[in-house]
């Protein structure tokens, strides 16, 4: 199947895909997921709750049959080192081998930017995010590695995973944080451009403090909680002093922190 797309004077015509969204029923792949419905792709969605296990490998070679690329947005956290590194490799190795076996000629990996910087190694989940990359680009299967900064949406999950009650702890970090959906759209826009490696670093348009920016949200939703911002053991200084911003090449997308409120 085929659609015609008119990009100023040019009219291109764009194969549809088959696309498997590992996490497709996460905050993250239930955007690329639509993104790439509306873009008339077909979608496999694909998480534990839909039979797919990257643990295990179990379910993937069913949702791998005949897809064209494979989009990573699943996710395992925890701040154990030894713990995210041994799952986001194993993972990386399962998937590896199940695309392989079906044949998949691009995989896209979302990650964070500046995950492997030694300054914030001691958040041992960006040690995880890390092995995961590296495994990804020793995997043999062309590849797109997509890194973003902290998404708007960042606080209110940090509020609602480290909420007790009327108080939430919420991370000082210094970002420049982007919109979710803005993600969602360049994964499905690198799926599109076909294996292209380490893309450019994307992130929003303005510099923002964590904790400020979940109180704006927090704010204009009538929400009332007390946030506490905590540093991050080993990494907080890195974390609250530009360590998480882009470095030069990034890409900046909108919407403003401003803009995105307003919209919602
Ligand atoms: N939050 C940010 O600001 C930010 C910034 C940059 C990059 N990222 C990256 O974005 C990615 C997605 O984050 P998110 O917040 O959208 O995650 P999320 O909402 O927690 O969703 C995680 C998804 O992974 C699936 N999953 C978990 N374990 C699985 C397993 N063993 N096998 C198959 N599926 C599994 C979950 O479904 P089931 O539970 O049904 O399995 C769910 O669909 C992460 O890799 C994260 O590192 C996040």
Redesign the pocket.
């Known amino acids: 199947m085929s659609r015609l797309t008119r990009t100023g004077q040019n009219v291109l015509t764009e194969a549809m895909m088959r696309i498997a969204v590992?996490?497709?029923?996460?905050?993250?792949?239930k955007l690329v997921v639509t993104a790439a419905r509306d873009a008339g792709h077909d979608v496999v969605i694909?998480?534990?709750?839909?039979g797919?296990?990257?643990?295990?490998g179990m379910g993937m070679d069913a949702a791998f049959d005949g897809v064209d690329a494979v989009v990573?947005?699943?996710?395992?956290?925890t701040n154990n080192a030894k713990k995210a590194v041994a799952f986001f490799e194993s993972?990386a190795e399962n998937i590896a081998k199940a695309e392989r076996k079906a044949g998949v000629k691009h995989h896209v990996l979302?990650?964070?930017?500046n995950c492997d910087d030694p300054r914030l190694k001691a958040f041992g989940?960006y040690q995880g995010?890390a092995a995961q990359e590296r495994a990804v680009e020793a995997s043999g299967i062309p590849f797109t590695i997509l890194?973003?900064?902290?998404?708007f949406?960042?606080g209110e999950?940090t509020v609602s995973v480290m909420g007790f009650g009327p108080v939430a702890l919420v991370p000082r970090m210094l970002s420049r944080?982007v919109a979710?959906k803005t993600?969602a759209r360049s994964l499905l826009n690198c799926v599109e451009q076909g294996p292209s490696g380490r893309a450019a670093d994307l992130a929003g348009p303005e510099d923002l403090e964590i904790p400020a920016m979940t109180r704006t949200i927090l704010q204009r939703r009538g929400q009332r909680k007390l946030l506490i911002p905590i540093s991050v053991p080993g990494a907080g200084k890195a974390m609250r002093s530009g360590a998480l911003l882009p470095g030069p090449g990034s890409m900046s997308a909108g919407p403003t922190l401003e803009e995105w409120l307003s919209a919602r």
């Open positions: 590992l996490g497709g029923t996460g905050l993250m792949g694909a998480a534990r709750s839909t797919v296990d990257i643990s295990t990573d947005v699943s996710d395992h956290v993972a979302l990650s964070i930017v989940y995010k890194r973003s900064t902290q998404w949406e960042f999950k944080p979710a993600v």
